[in-house]
């Protein structure tokens, strides 16, 4: 797969050029999806139920605080794309550095008050009874690894603003490989049980830091900065901060939402019912990642060629985007709601010598999940409009209406749904706030993209 420079950005023909920046991104995706199902599935077979559930757990935690990284290289991305569009690189090159600085800065902090507040934070997100003891064994050691994640996922951001796709694909690759790799020999050779998860997990991350860290010292990069671009630049550093802060409050809105769930589904049939909701975590990661793929694609071509004032390329970049990533929706739709039971089993173990609770909570499992996965899925072959529809405003540097489009799925519609529904619907009311929150927040996407289009795309 061919990488495009940066100057391409704005000359090639969308669609094709959309591909180009979207496949690898989607293969990216897909592998690291892929390891998280896998990793789930080698945990479900050779530790237990009980340890799915511990790591759903920790997960909303620690992705919290590597969301910073993230937060901070999708802020820093948009700025850098309309940068290089405008052909002004030295604050291209300004931007990074100041990524560089926060993004250690920031995910140092967030790691040491982790480890502070250890026992008061994973109860916190349901880890009660028995998912205690894993959880914790789990979370602290994934801790160490967290800042070379925080680090990959800002430096990915920043490779495909240059409009290397393919190298922000091995980034996401290599853990992923690396991550299978080490489960098998950390927790069916050695038997290290969900230390040696752990620590499989946290060696992947460091593995995918060090390729990033090679890709920007080599002549694949065209950022080449010194010392002088580490130090904070005021303006720059709102400048990411206010467009990172859109990606930072969709994860702690997901974060909050993993705690709110986690609780409720206790209340409602403990342990087994938070099982359930842990392997729908791993399918929503793994079974959207065509449309995923298509949104990071999308965000450095708007950025780039709405920084370089072409504004009927960028209006044809959203129509494409949108088109493609329904397709792939709905195609994703389809295989899920004929195969939910077969998605299911890949997760549980049917060894003669599992403990009676663990074959408890797979029977369990086993029953609620397929229903589950249908609701949650529902509303998938519409979603691209929301998804595109939030990813423009980023793109383009506009901090408000990004926030609030990102937030409006999560934070304004399915976090009152499943406080309200439950209590009418019980366990139904939880799954049928998923595609009830989709429709909503596309509609009012739709409207609001639509309004966008016409007077600043068109009339400009």
């Known amino acids: ?60 935690i620690t992705f919290f605080i590597a969301a910073l990284g993230m937060a901070i290289g999708v802020g820093g991305s948009s700025i850098i794309s309309r940068a290089l569009g405008a052909d002004n690189r030295e604050k291209a090159l300004k931007t990074f550095g100041n990524q560089i600085t926060l993004t250690f800065v920031m995910t140092i902090s967030m790691v040491i008050l982790g480890l502070i507040y250890v026992n008061d934070l994973i109860p916190v997100f349901g880890a009660k009874g028995s998912i205690f003891e894993p959880a914790k064994i789990y979370y602290i050691i994934i801790l160490y690894g967290v800042p070379f994640l925080a680090y990959t996922m800002m430096g990915n951001n920043v490779m495909r603003a240059e409009g ?25 050779v050695f038997d290290m049980g969900m230390a040696g998860a752990a620590w499989a997990t946290t060696t992947a991350y460091f593995m995918s830091f060090s390729y990033v860290l090679y890709f920007f010292l080599s002549k694949n990069s065209e950022l080449k900065i010194n ?57 929503l990661m793994f079974a959207l990642f065509p449309v995923f793929g ?47 039971e077969a998605l299911t089993a890949l997760f549980l173990s049917n060894r003669a010598d599992l403990p009676m609770e663990d074959k408890l909570v797979n029977a369990f499992v086993l029953e609620r999940t397929p229903n589950a996965i249908r609701w949650v899925f529902a509303a998938t072959p519409i979603i691209a409009l929301q998804l595109i529809g939030a990813a423009y405003f980023q793109a383009i540097g506009k901090a408000i209406p990004a926030l609030l489009l990102t937030l409006t799925r999560q934070g304004f519609f399915f976090i009152p749904l499943i406080l309200i529904l439950p209590s009418y619907f019980g366990e139904l009311g939880i799954w049928i706030s998923f595609p009830i929150a989709d429709v909503l927040a596309t509609i009012v996407t739709g409207i609001y993209l639509r309004k966008e289009v016409k007077t600043k795309l068109e009339f400009t």
């Open 294 to 340: 298509i949104t990071q694609g999308f965000l450095p071509i708007a950025g780039y060629n709405y920084g370089a004032e072409k504004y009927e390329r960028v209006k044809e970049s959203i129509y494409t985007a949108i088109k493609y990533a329904s397709v792939l929706g709905s195609i994703v739709f389809l295989g899920l709601l004929i195969f939910p």
């Open 227 to 283: 010392w002088g671009h580490l130090g904070f630049n005021m303006p720059i550093l709102k400048e990411i901060s206010s467009l990172g802060f859109v990606t930072l409050a969709r994860q702690a809105v997901v974060s909050f939402t993993y705690l709110l769930m986690n609780n409720i589904l206790f209340n409602l049939e403990g342990e087994a019912m938070i099982a359930v909701y842990a392997i729908i975590g791993r399918v």
């Open 1 to 60: 797969m061919a990488n495009v420079s940066s100057d391409e950005l704005g000359t090639r023909p969308i669609g094709k050029l959309l591909v180009k920046q979207s496949v690898p991104a989607a293969i990216g995706i897909l592998v690291m999806s892929l390891n998280v199902l896998i990793d789930s599935v080698f945990v479900g077979k050779w530790i237990g139920s009980i340890a799915i559930a511990a790591i759903s757990v920790v997960l909303p």
């Open 164 to 188: 290397k796709p393919k190298f922000a694909m091995n980034a996401m690759i290599i853990p992923s490989v690396a991550n299978l790799f080490m489960d098998y020999l950390l927790i069916y």
